[in-house]
């Protein structure tokens, strides 16, 4: 039922100082970062991101132990399997609109779902050393692109099927 999702690396054409946006993030200073996020907006090269039809890819712009910083490229219907991230979580949606439910774990059970727009953002910090915090589905309405930031790789993060 689910593609396999695609990963590359981004390659930023001018100096923008991801290692400072990933500081700021992991210090839960959001709104300076959300700052720092609308300059980025302006620079990125859509052409030059992974976009795979019917799916979502990840453009991975930091991959270490600190932290993991990328940008996903969402066609219009892409969805994501039910799943959990490290304690650090931060998503900013820089065009296009995406639904996000809320799962609670036992059992699995939706608790809610909200969408997020153009220019806003959703994080959360949990429990260090976990892989299964905000279990959440993501699904893309419209063809979207958005920022994310964890505390670990989000691969890594723990996978829930009803």
């Given amino acids: 039922m689910f593609k396999e999702v695609q990963n590359t690396y981004y390659t930023h054409s001018t100096n923008f100082d991801f290692k400072m946006l990933c500081v700021l993030l992991h210090e839960e200073k959001y709104a300076l970062a ?22 979502y ?14 940008l996903l490229n969402w066609d219009k219907g892409a969805i994501t399997r039910i799943h959990g991230h490290p304690d650090r979580a931060f998503i900013y949606v820089i065009k296009g609109q995406l639904m996000c439910k809320d799962f609670d774990k036992n059992p699995l059970t939706k608790i809610s779902s909200s969408t997020l727009v153009n220019g806003t953002c959703r994080y959360s ?16 309405i419209e063809l979207s692109l958005s920022l994310h930031f964890y505390s670990d790789n989000p691969i890594k993060g723990e996978i829930f099927d009803f």
């Fill in 125 to 140: 910090n949990s429990v260090k050393g976990k892989m299964d915090n905000d279990i959440h589905q993501i699904s893309a």
């Fill in 57 to 70: 890819t990840r453009n991975i712009i930091i991959n270490n132990k600190s932290y993991w910083l990328g």
């Fill in 34 to 55: 959300v700052e720092k996020i609308k300059t980025l907006t302006l620079e990125i090269d859509l052409e030059a991101l992974l976009f795979d039809q019917y799916n």
